[in-house]
Structure formats: structure tokens, C-alpha cells
């Protein structure tokens, strides 16, 4: 066949040699091919020269000389190298070659095609080779592969080359497994390398090749079945320089293999674990100079692939596996490149402990409250429809493994494209776009703001007392002169918002002196959610019975015992009487941490440091006990946890109290008095019958002077702690096990000495609920000075927490306190957030099986012996606190404020809901001025409905303070509107030391869209009091719910938009229908551009469906409030602005914890706030950067947001392995 003679461009002379050998091969396929054998061989062996001798230029004149075939023109002026792309992705050089190997009989003719072929591949980015498989080539190479075995014996050259080619081609073609399965080539080179365990040569290429056969499940699962895993043990050895190459590529091999659970089984039935940690020791003690870490690797992924099954984890048990990895790990943390080896290490150790219950009996709350009815439905419904008995601790089959069977499901669908789509959707997982477009409201009928006032007006009425200013005509008021009681004739008293028949009962005052009581524990009473959930958890619906309070003797500061509890409970009153809870001690109430030891020094001895911003000083008598009701002792001898530190040892000496020398903070705390504190806790009714004050809550709280920035995390400082961990299980005799704290009640927390001074910490979970275990406030006593003590919190439940990213925990020092430095400051090293060995059960989790809790763990060490000192997870904020705030207020109102202080309604625990009104007081009484004063638009704020979220008490009292303050913007907020505020939403929770929810059980700010007055008092008045403002059409011109947030750093808000959900959701909507309003924004871009701690990138105003009950979409669906936010505070700190990089503070020039300055341009959140986040786990990494990616708001369903599905529990796992 004549060829039109090709142009001559740029030296590529139309005759070349190469372009005639092509046309020669070309003319010779097919049956010419087959009659021509020695031609056949001169031809390609001669192409093959050339091609090895100048093959970047035969490649392009190999595309070169087909171009005119496909463009039917002269050569371009392109460039060559860019027609030659072109040609190749054409493909017809490569087709002319593949079908001359396909035609090809010949072994030698063959040989020479696959040099060629190999030569061509390996020049390049890998184009050829997707071209090499769009034109089949594969397959091809399957076939020769195929035809070759039959041959007796076969071409080990032959093979040789074909396995390097498919060893070249197999990762890049996704359908290879399923080709090779298909065509017989599994069993051609398992046999092969049976026959060849001795040929290196051969083998290396073949072990290539059978681990691209093993990365897909169904061909691993045929590979096993053929003895594939047996094969891969006779290869790997122990320690030797020689053969390291194939040694590592057998490894691997083995490693893919190993990922189905029928042949990690069938490894474990071989008793192969053990070989496995044999040569993993064998390398790793004769590696000396760690030149062969990948192999070390490898044969810890291989171990890692086997306890993916639970016969896999309890053989790597039984051989000691957990010993061996940890010793090994151990010496390997010195040498920062050894990291993959310690990571690996690290992940199976932790996969195969064993998992332990929780040292209690039940994760029930340790109190319990009655409750009028039981809902029909919901986790509180539940948890009374366990059968008495049910464990509820742990699962009965429990495992790390979650119903996962031990076998493999076929499927011809390759394990490629399935892992390649596992990864896109875990990335999507991991920038926080994984099921929360799910979650977005689609019905458009819902995303119109409807009011929907289904009570009637008749029924309503009765809340028009509420808005006397919406009414008043001031004719009986002075407007102008001093301040006066008559402008505030309709406010209530401080003491109208406490029980008027309730008789007050003095508290007992913790004492300090040098002899602080410590031997014996004594619950203080809390009323807050600051205290931590030991201090203030339910009790039973039945008062506990008094019990005398024994003898109280000095406190022994040398015994440590860590006790973690409830502050002590006063012996039940009579049924009108209702005892006072203690709010600022929490779940482990005090911790005596050293043995006995007499401490003689008088606290009047004690010499003040010079700095100390307080100077003056008060004597009281303390303590001041529950007047005539014995409180309840509880703990051990030694122990002093519940107590508020010291006041056993006062009552030891006679029944007086000792005299306790306390700070005078009143000149920087104006808004602070002790005395009055304690009469307010006096009124405040507690389910566990608090009998105690905490010291900071009495106290009070002064913001340090310095900054405290972000804790900068050490590297390896979680790994670390992972392995102290791990060491309880290969060495139990060194741990001692110590319940150094438990009260004398039923289903009641504990603290445990672990080892001399390390301690683990329960906390209790909220009251008639078995779970949200995050906040924590607790007391230690008895420390030693200069001992670095660690302390572990081992039933938190968040998958991760800020405590990773910089956030620290809060200290109170007692000697710090009376020395003139009453501070919380941050605390704590080696701080980190990790999954831990401590189960789960399926009750406590939703019903999902197999999870774990997570530990909080910090180091600290003290600085003073005699010292009582505090910790809690944020600043501490009772509802006495509220109360004497609320009352204080009362001096910063001047003739020109309107004050007034309502009690909404009563609690489900029969404590007051209070509701305050600030506005400016009419400039004079005529009737434009009465006019303007009753017609101006009001703004309504809430906080506190999450008790575990003080910042937000913190942030509302700022906003109380700064609204009644002299600024001139102060000053123009009230004359402009009228401000409607309920500070507190649960006060029963804050009370009794609650994390999220209510005395119900159940998350108020679930409860808005239908509430109930019995179990939702506050939420059901709050609503209604915004129904009866939408039916007089004064509905809010702004509502506001104050939150804290626990994962995510700064300041932000959520609110509603209609287009903002379209926008992000898949409805199709016309411009009409997306009609609304932009002023949503309006307030969250004046605070971004005023706040520094303010962030508009971390704001959304999309609508949820799982937030629908929220108060923020209930007041925008229902009420109509187009301005309908909820204000994320962080606990933790800022990462933009000029607050970057530090712990959240409270404003230095007032001293109040927290100030909206606007007047600066700056916005002042709760005093140092605390926020909690997500575990991390790397494995090339130590410790990675933040990851904010999924919304947890104060408003989610669940705190925990555990994943939903498969794939989000293995994105989770594999950040669980991302930190160490």
C-alpha cells in the first residue's frame, strides 16, 4: 500500500528508519506476523535498539508520523512536542503496537514488544500509560500472561517482563483487579511465586503485582482461599540487610491482604500474630541505625489489618502483644522519624484494649427528682422504661467493635472506586458538609415566618402584668431629682424574687485557716450550674434521711484523696422547707490530695505578697452552718472532697467557727457582697441539699491583670499520656486503685487514686438523665508543694474538645484568695482531649454500640501547702450569683432608669424565673413624652437555658451592667428602647449542677415549640410573654438567646433567612417566593465590624430541621421576629483580631467578668472563658491543626454528635488517630 510521502520539518527526515520499521511491523500484523517469525524478531529488536539509544526522540517521531493519518493535512507549525501529545492521546502508535503483541506468537518477538512497551512507558507523566490502558492494554497483557502459563515449562523471562509491565500499569487502571479475576491471571501468579520463592529476580515483580491484585477486597478473599496469606509468610523473615526490597513488597502484599476479615481470621487461626510480633522485635532490636522503618511498618500494618477482628484483638492479647508494642514504642519516642512506627504502635494498642466499665454501678444521675408526670415520649421516657436491674453501665456484649461480622461480603464492584468515593465523602466529612446539608428545612411552607398564636387572646391576658410600662402613665412618679422608690414602686424587691415563705437558713462558709478541716468530706451547698455536676446533682424525690455530722478534725493535708462528689446534703427539712443547695462545687466536690500532716501554722500568720491588688481585710465567723439541721458527712476519713474546704476542723473546736480572714474585694467588685451571696443562697431550693458555700463563689472573682494566651501544646504530649494509659494494663501491680472518695449513697461518682498522684474523676450526669458528662467544678485539698499531680476526667462525652487547641482549665486559689488576689487564672499542663478504654454502653449512646468515652486530662502542680484550691471547666456562675447581682443592680439605677424586676413563674425545683425590665424613665409626664415611652420597640434577651454554658451568665451580666451604666450609649439604648431580659432560663439546672438539661430530664432549648407548663415552667412563660406581645402587635424588633460554645473559638451568631436555606439547599424557588428582608444582618455586621472577638465567617442564618424547636426558629417561625438570633460565646478564645491567640478575659477596668464596651469599640466576653471541642489523632503528624468542621452550636440535637453511619464513624476514627 502506497503511503503519501511525509514533509520534512525541523530534521525529521520522511524516510527515518524508525518510521519504516513502524510501517514494516504495521504492514506485518496479523498472519504475516505468524509466517515471518525471524522477521518479526529483526523488526522489533531493531525498534527496540533505537528505542533504547535515542528514545525521547523515536517518541516523537513515532507520534509524529501518524499525525497525518488523524489530521489528513500537512504537518502543522505547531510545535512537535505538542502534536505528539495529541497523536498519543489518539492512541494510534500505541494501537499499532498492541495489536503487533496481540498477533505475536513468538516468545522472543514478544519479549521484544514488551521492552518496547516498558521503554515507552517509563518516559513521560504517566499520559502513555492511561493511553496504554483506554486502548485495552491490560487485557492484552492478561492474555499473553494466561497463554504463557499453559506453556511447560514457561518463559521465566517471559513472565519476568510481564509482571514488571502489569507491576507498572495495575495502579493506574482502576478496573485492574476485576480484570485480572476475571481473565485467571490470580492463580497464575500465586503459582508462580510458589514455584520461584528462591528466583529474587522474578519474585519481586510477581509481589508487585499481588499487591495491585490485593488493594481489591474480592480478589484478596480469592488470594487467601489459594493459600495467598501462607505464601506471604514463607517470604518475610527475620532481620537480614539482604532482600530488604522484596522483603518490603511482600509486607505490603501481606498488609492488603490481611484487610479482609476472612484471611485476617485465617492468619489468626495460623497462629500467625505471634510470628508477626516475633520478627516486629526481631527488626526493631537489630535496626539499630532505623534504615529499614519501612519494613518495621509494614509488619505493624499487618498486625494493625488483624485486630481490625475481634479474634484478631484477643490473640495479639494472649501473645503479648500489648508489652511488646509499648516497649518498643517506648524506645522509639526519642527519635522524631521513628513517629509512623510510634503512631501505628499507639492506634492497635489502643484498639485492642480491652474495654472497662465505669467504676459505678449505674450512669443514672446520683440523685433523683419526681416528676409530676413522666413525658410519653423522648430519653426521659426511656429512662424510666428500663426494667429496675438493667446494667446500664455496659453493654452485655461488648466490644470495640461495632455488630461487625467477621466475614467479608463479595461484590465485583472494585475495592478502588469504592475507596476513592469512602475518601471524597470522608473529606467532605471533614470540611463539615457531610449530612448537614441533610439537615437543611426544605418545606418552603415552613421557611415563611408565620405567627402561629394558637392560644387565645383570654388566655394570654393574664400576662399584660408583665408590661406595666406598656400602660403606665407615671402620675404618681417624681421624674427628676435623686433616685427615689416611688420610679420604682413596681419593681420587686431582691427578696420578691426568692420564696417569701421560705424561711432563710444560714450556710456554712468554708473556712481557710493554716488547720483547714480535711479529713472529712463535706458536700457544699451549690446552687449553680456552676457546680460542677457532682455538687449540684438531683436528689431522690424522697428527702435523704439526716445523719448527725460526726466529729470534725483538723484537716490533714498529707493525706491525698481524690474525692470526687457532691458538696454535702443537709438533712432533709420539712415539706414547706426546702434545704438550699451550695451551687459553685461540683461533681467531685473536694480532693484531699496528700496523707495526713500537722499543719499548726495560724492563718493569722500568714504574710501578704506584696502586689496584691486587695489589702484590707474582714473577719467573719465561720462557718456559718444550716441553722439547726445537722449537715450530711459523707467520704472517708481523709477525704475532703464535698467539703468546702475547712470548715470540719472549726466545728471540731467547740462548735464555733473559726474566725476566717477575708479579702475585701468590695472596691473592686461593687457588684459583689459575700454576705448578701450567702443570704441569697439561704432562698435557692436544691435537689441534693447543698450545706455549704464554695470560696470563690463566696469570694467573688477579680480578672488578673495579664493575659493568658492559648496554651501552646507540646508535641507528643497526647501519645504520652495514651502510653501512661496503656501502662496500667501490662503493669496492674503499680496501679493502687484507690476509691479515695465516695459518698455513702446509692448510683454516687467517685474519684480514685490511680497511682501516687494521679487521680481518675467521675462525673455524675444530669438529673433523670443518664448522660451529658462535660462540665466539671470541683475542690482539692491536702496538696504537697512542688509534686506535679495529674488529674483525669474519664466520662466526658464530646468527640473532641477546644482543651486540644490551647483552651485551660480555671483554678481558684483559697491561699491566693485571702493573701488579696481572689482570681480564677488558667491552669493545668499536658492538657489533652483523647477516646479512652472506658465503654459505653448502647443506652448512654442513642443505641449505638461498640463507643467509648473520652478523658480530659491535665497537670498541675500548687504552690501552696495549707492551700484549698478550685477547678472548674469555665468560670462559675450560681443563680445566688444572679440573684445578688440582680439585686446590686438596685445601686446603679438613677432617677433617669426604669427598673423593675418581675418573678416570671416558679420552677419545676420551686425556685423564682426572674424577669427584668430596663428602659429610660420618661423625660417628663406629658403625654408625647408617655407617648414615646410606651411605644418604643423592645428588644428581648435570654441566656443560660444550657446550665454548663456560664459564659453566657457572664455575657448577660455585662449586658445588665452596661445597660444600666452612665455612657452616653447606654444612655441612648434605653431611651430608644425597652429592654425584656430573663437572665436565666434553667435556674433548676445551674442550681443543681446540670450540664445541658433541665429537673425535666430533657434540653429546654428543645422544648419552644410545644412546652409544658409543669416540666418547662420558663420556657412556656418566656413563650407566652412573647405570644401576648405578637396578639398587641409589639412583637420584638430583636431576640436574642445567649449560648456558649464549646467547640469553636470567638464570637458569632446564628439566625433565620428564607434565602440563605434556599441558597444552600436543593429547592427550586422563584424570585418571588425568596422575598425578605435583609435587616438579619444588620446586627451581626455592626458587631463584626465593632467587636474584635466578633466573626461573620463563623455566623449562619441557615433554618435546620433539627433546630426547629429551638428558641431561635420558634420566636422567628411563630412570633414573626425577623431578627430572631441565638449568640455563640466562646469558651475558649480567639483566633482573629486583636484578642488572637489569647484565652477569652474579662474586662480589666471594671472588673465585672463581662462588658460590652462599645464606647471602645469592643466587645468584652464572659471573664476568661472556657470552651470545649473536638480528639485529634495523626499519623505522619503529632498533633495537626484545628479542624472546625462540624456545626456543634449550643443548639445541636446532641452535644456528642456521634456520627450517623458507617462512613461518619470511620471519619471519626480516623481523626481519632490523627492525634498521636
Known sequence: MNKPKMATEKGVPSNSSLLMLLDQIERMNGEAMLRDTELARHVTAKILHLIQTQVKDFCFKMEYRYSRRYYRSEFSSDPPEKSGREIMSKGSGMEVILASLENCRDVQTTLNILYILTELLSVGRGHRVEVFISKGGTGILFQILISASKESPPSVELMLQLHSLLAKVGPKDRRFGVKARLSGALNVTVNLIKQNLQNTKLLLPCLHVLRVYSSNLVNAMSLGKIEGVELMFKIIGPYSKKNTSLLKVALDALGALLKSKTNARRAVDGGYVAILLALYQDWHRNDTRCRHILIRRGLLVCLRNITNIKLGRKAFLDADGMRILHNSSTECLPVRTLDPLVNTSSLIMRKCFPKNRLPLPTIKSAFHFQLPHIPAGGPVAQLYSHPPGVDDVVDDSDDNEEAEADTDTENDEDEKDDCMLKGQLMLLFLCGFLFRNDDIETDLNKLYPKRSLCRPFEELKVYERFFLELSEDFQGYTLKGPKNTNSMSSSASPSSLSASARSPRPVTVPSAQTQPPNDIPTPSSQEDRSTTKGHETQQSSSALTPTPSPPLTPLDLDNIHLSKGKKEEASSPSDGDKVIEKELVSPFECVSLEEKEDLNVDASERVRQEGSPISATRHIQSPLLLGGIPTLRVGSGGSNLGSDCGSEGADEEGGEGGVLEVPDTARLLPLHNPDLYVEMVKETCSVPQYAEVAYPDYFGHVAPTFKEPLLERLYGVQRSKIFQDIERLIHPNDILDKVVYDLDIPNCPLAIQVRKYEYDLVLNADINSNHYHQWFYFEVSGMRVGVTYRFNIINCEKSNSQFNYGMQVLMYSVQEAISGRPCWVRTGTDICYYKNYFAR?????????????????????????????????????????????????EDLR????????????????????PLVTITAMPESKSS???????????????????????????????????????????????????????????????????????????????????????????????????????????????????????????????????????????????????????????????????????????????????????????????????????????????????????????????????????????????????SSSPTTYVMEEDEPSFLEAIDYSAESNDEDAEPENELADEAQENLDQLSD
Not at 1021 to 1047: E, N, W
Request: overall charge positive; hydrophobic content about 30%; proline content about 4%.
Open 894 to 913: 438613677t432617677p433617669q432608669i426604669y427598673l423593675r424586676q418581675d418573678v416570671l413563674c416558679e420552677t419545676l425545683g420551686g425556685n423564682h424565673c
Open 928 to 1170: 408625647n413624652h408617655i407617648y414615646q415611652f410606651r411605644n418604643r420597640p423592645l428588644i428581648f434577651l435570654s441566656a443560660r437555658v444550657h446550665p454548663g454554658e456560664t459564659n453566657a451568665s457572664w455575657v448577660m451580666k455585662g449586658t445588665l451592667e452596661f445597660l444600666m451604666g452612665t455612657s452616653t450609649l447606654a444612655a441612648s439604648l434605653r431611651e430608644a428602647y425597652i429592654f425584656k431580659i430573663v437572665p436565666m432560663l434553667n435556674p433548676d439546672g445551674v442550681i443543681n449542677g446540670n450540664h445541658r438539661c433541665s429537673l425535666s430530664g430533657e434540653d429546654l432549648n428543645r422544648q419552644w415549640q410545644n412546652p409544658n407548663p409543669e416540666l418547662h415552667p420558663t420556657i412556656y412563660h418566656t413563650k407566652s410573654l412573647l405570644q401576648y406581645l405578637a396578639h398587641i402587635q409589639r412583637a420584638p424588633l430583636v431576640f436574642c438567646d445567649y449560648h456558649g460554645h464549646s467547640r469553636k473559638k470567638n464570637v458569632f451568631m446564628y439566625g433565620c433567612s428564607l434565602k440563605e436555606t434556599v441558597w444552600q439547599s436543593n429547592i427550586s424557588a422563584t424570585s418571588s417566593d425568596l422575598q425578605e428582608d435583609l435587616g438579619y444582618r444588620t446586627l451581626p455586621k455592626i458587631l463584626s465590624e465593632i467587636a474584635p472577638a466578633f466573626s461573620m465567617a463563623s455566623s449562619s442564618f441557615v433554618v435546620e430541621r433539627s433546630k426547629e424547636s429551638t428558641a431561635r426558629v420558634v420566636v422567628w417561625r411563630e412570633i414573626g421576629v425577623q431578627r430572631s438570633y441565638t449568640m455563640e460565646s466562646t469558651l475558649c478564645g480567639c483566633d482573629q483580631g486583636k484578642y488572637k491567640g489569647h484565652q477569652i478575659e474579662g474586662d480589666r477596668v471594671s472588673q465585672s467578668p463581662t462588658r460590652w464596651d462599645l464606647d471602645n469599640d469592643v466587645i468584652t466576653i464572659p471573664t476568661k472563658t472556657v
Open 841 to 889: 454502653s448502647s443506652i448512654a449512646a442513642g443505641g449505638q454500640k461498640g463507643k467509648s468515652y473520652y478523658t480530659l486530662t491535665f497537670s498541675t502542680s500548687f504552690s501552696h501547702k495549707d492551700d484549698v484550691c478550685y477547678f472548674a471547666y469555665h468560670y462559675p456562675y450560681t443563680f445566688s450569683s444572679l440573684k445578688m447581682h440582680l439585686s446590686k443592680l
